[in-house]
């Protein structure tokens, strides 16, 4: 896709949805790290129900080791890969407290050197919490960027790489919430809902759904 067509592209995403945030809920920075390590290969709102009581008993990293690694199974126990999730988050939560003062870092480095912590994560936390332009290519960005033309590739760095070239600087801090909340929304992965979208001209699909 032409950096014309791109600029247009989200052009017409920011103005169907001009202040995009995150779908999870979360309080502090250290709630939205959680959150977004219990996210992989989990839905937003099965991490939302999750961690609804347990932000409640533990909304800091001191209060998630006092749960210890059985307590806080018992509140994530729903979620997939919850067992290696409750030993990342604990990890975590001593190298937080060892190494930051119990605060999320603003640097990548530091980040991904958390337990369960990969470029996504840190993607989304830079951006979220820190308001960084970074672009996190979750399954759904992967999708939309793929399907549409917006920025093919065969990985999530090549998707990462071509939405950060593509994407006008003044809608970089936002992207990849358009993105994701499109793909969820829209762009479904068991087909997209063509006609509701407002990226129907600039998308390069070629089996967009009819209407009706």
């Known amino acids: 896709m032409t950096r014309a067509a791109a600029a247009r592209l989200f052009d017409k995403l920011a103005a169907a949805n001009p202040a995009p945030k995150s779908e999870l809920r979360f309080r502090s920075n250290f709630q939205l790290l959680v959150a977004v390590i219990l996210s992989a290969q989990a839905t937003d709102t099965s991490v939302n129900q999750a961690t609804a009581s347990l932000f409640r008993s533990a909304g800091t990293p001191r209060d998630m080791l006092a749960l210890e690694e059985s307590g806080l199974k018992e509140h994530i126990r729903k979620i997939g890969l919850a067992n290696s999730k409750a030993r990342n ?15 999320v870092p ?34 759904h960005v992967f999708r939309v960027a793929n399907r549409t033309g917006l920025a093919p590739g065969k990985t999530v760095r090549d998707v990462e790489e071509g939405l950060l070239a593509v994407t006008p600087k003044r809608h970089r801090l936002h992207a990849h919430h358009y993105l994701i909340l499109h793909g969820r929304h829209i762009c479904k992965a068991r087909g997209p809902v063509c006609p509701a979208c407002p990226i129907a001209k600039e998308c390069a699909y070629p089996d967009k759904t009819p209407r009706g």
Request: glycine share 10%; aromatic share 2%; charged share 25%.
């Open 89 to 103: 988050i604990m990890a975590t939560c001593r190298h937080l407290l060892d190494k930051h003062g119990g605060r």
């Open 106 to 139: 603003e640097d990548r480095e530091a980040l991904e050197a958390l337990p369960g912590v990969g470029r996504k994560t840190a993607n989304v936390v830079l951006n979220v919490a820190f308001g960084q332009p970074t672009i996190a290519v979750d399954t």
